[in-house]
């Protein structure tokens, strides 16, 4: 009979605990026991020993994963809470990151002092004055680690819009599936996307605390609004998003295809020279040729080679500007025929008319390095802003949105995507521009001659 009212005071514990409304580790009950004890209450609630809480906090044992071996019997349950809080990864911020010294430890005594009254049940024993603290910072812990929490959903639902949005922009492949992974990561099923050591760092800066974020947001009501809302909380969230970006983004393999691809061919077709042979019908030599008209140069590079790519394109579309010279004048000789006008051509008509077609070519060549250098110095600062790490952190510099100031610079590049490596070499471009223009003139040529034929045979026939 004494065992049965023991199991059943047992069970009613376990369901007043409410295990089941927590994610992984706080819905384990066998930890819960051994951390809710009142020694515990008298170390962290009741009088805090925060020379004994701060001895372990700071300490690498947090980073073991068999610590037990390394705590006394009675302080493990205290080591168990901080390690499933990500304490380690916090002592990490503090040991490798430059920004460590702007960073301090209150923000993580008082998480860890009112979440462990939220789990433990044990808001009772905190004071009065203290219980506003206890509900903001309740509501912080909810949103990691409550198994089904509307303000964790909302931000998620915000990060998923963001990476969505910029994904699109930037050309990232497998936006549906990586959406996936972000639903699942806010379900607590994976990797968490919310993490303790993101809400340290937000809140525990020297310049900028928590009491600061509640009382110029609206935290109070809505904490889910209020964070999705804050740009330095965003940007520490957006850590995979960058890495997506970095590493799977169509836009920066612009510089593959071009400068690494391309350049490094023309090399390997050298060595290669008998093997292209067999398998390519092209000679070795226009292979090579062509290959080596394709590099891409950097930016400060271009002004050197500026006049060594103008004679390139003049070289490959000589002929062409030479045909489009003839039938010009052609046109012209016919046009002033047409008009009744003697066919005679001045030095000065005939200088023009060359030097009109070379003009334009070559200014249209310069337009188009002129493209090509805003391509590689679009791509490089998208480059920085993605290597440039969190420089948003530091208490000087202006809180500025991470996805917004990617999002542009990709708005910027895509531009160049569309028309790949053709835009950022534009001799192919120039050879059917020419070659246009000379169908064209060609065309209208041919049709001034029909029109005289016509001309001429009746008046012919009239006589």
């Known amino acids: 009979m004494r065992s049965l009212i023991w199991l059943a005071g047992l069970i009613t514990t376990v369901f007043s605990y409410g295990f089941n409304d927590w994610l992984p580790p706080f819905n384990e009950s066998t930890r819960i026991y051994e951390l809710c004890t009142n020694e515990m209450d008298e170390v962290i609630l009741i009088r805090p020993d925060l020379t004994r809480i701060n001895f372990y906090m700071e300490k690498y044992v947090l980073c073991y994963p068999d610590f037990a071996k390394?705590?006394?019997?009675?302080?493990?349950?205290?080591?168990?809470?901080?390690?499933?809080?990500?304490?380690?990864?916090?002592?990490?911020?503090?040991?490798?990151s430059r920004l460590a010294h702007t960073y301090h430890r209150e923000f993580q005594t008082r998480f860890l002092k009112y979440a462990y009254a939220l789990i433990c049940d044990k808001g009772r024993l905190v004071a009065k004055?203290?219980?506003?603290?206890?509900?903001?910072?309740?509501?912080?812990?909810?949103?990691?680690?409550?198994?089904?929490?509307v303000d964790r959903m909302q931000i998620c639902q915000r990060v998923s819009d963001i990476y969505s949005d910029l994904y699109s922009r930037c050309y990232v492949p497998h936006v549906s599936k990586r959406q996936r992974k972000i639903s699942e990561r806010c379900s607590g099923t994976t990797t968490p996307l919310l993490k303790f050591p993101s809400m340290f760092q937000r809140f525990s800066r020297?310049?900028?605390?928590?009491?600061?974020?509640?009382?110029?947001?609206?935290?109070?009501?809505?904490?889910?609004l209020a964070l999705s809302e804050d740009i330095l909380f965003m940007n520490l969230l957006g850590s995979s998003m960058v890495s997506n970006i970095h590493s799977d983004s169509e836009l920066p393999s612009l510089v593959l295809k071009t400068r690494l691809v391309l350049q490094n061919f023309s090399v390997a077709a050298i060595k290669l020279w008998k093997q292209i042979?067999?398998?390519?019908?092209?000679?070795?030599?226009?292979?090579?040729?062509?290959?080596?008209?394709?590099?891409?140069?950097?930016?400060?590079?271009?002004?050197?080679?500026?006049?060594?790519?103008?004679?390139?394109?003049?070289?490959?579309?000589?002929?062409?500007?030479?045909?489009?010279?003839?039938?010009?004048?052609?046109?012209?000789?016919?046009?002033?025929?047409?008009?009744?006008?003697?066919?005679?051509?001045?030095r000065v008509s005939v200088i023009s008319v060359f030097a009109c077609v070379w003009m334009f070519l070559i200014m249209s060549h310069v337009l188009f390095s002129t493209l090509q250098i805003s391509a590689i110095k679009n791509l490089d600062e998208l480059f920085s802003t993605l290597s440039k790490g969190k420089t948003y952190l530091q208490c000087e510099v202006r809180p500025r949105s991470n996805y917004e100031e990617i999002a542009t610079q990709c708005d910027r590049t895509a531009v160049f995507h569309a028309f790949g490596a053709y835009l950022l070499r534009g001799?192919?471009?120039?050879?059917?521009?020419?070659?246009?223009?000379?169908?064209?003139?060609?065309?209208i040529t041919v049709a001034y001659h029909f029109r005289i034929r016509r001309q001429h045979d009746f008046i012919h026939s009239g006589l």
């Open 70 to 96: 390394f705590v006394p019997k009675k302080d493990q349950g205290l080591v168990w809470m901080m390690r499933s809080l990500r304490f380690c990864e916090v002592n990490q911020i503090f040991a490798y």
């Open 129 to 149: 004055e203290e219980h506003f603290n206890l509900y903001m910072y309740s509501s912080l812990f909810k949103a990691l680690y409550e198994r089904d929490n």
């Open 206 to 224: 020297h310049c900028d605390n928590f009491s600061e974020f509640v009382g110029n947001s609206l935290a109070i009501s809505n904490m889910g």
């Open 277 to 346: 042979e067999q398998y390519v019908d092209k000679s070795p030599e226009l292979i090579v040729a062509e290959s080596l008209q394709t590099h891409l140069f950097a930016s400060n590079e271009f002004r050197k080679h500026l006049i060594q790519e103008t004679l390139y394109s003049l070289a490959q579309n000589g002929s062409l500007i030479g045909l489009i010279h003839l039938l010009v004048l052609v046109l012209l000789v016919i046009n002033r025929s047409m008009a009744g006008k003697s066919i005679h051509l001045s």
């Open 427 to 443: 001799h192919t471009l120039f050879t059917l521009l020419f070659l246009a223009a000379s169908i064209m003139i060609f065309t």
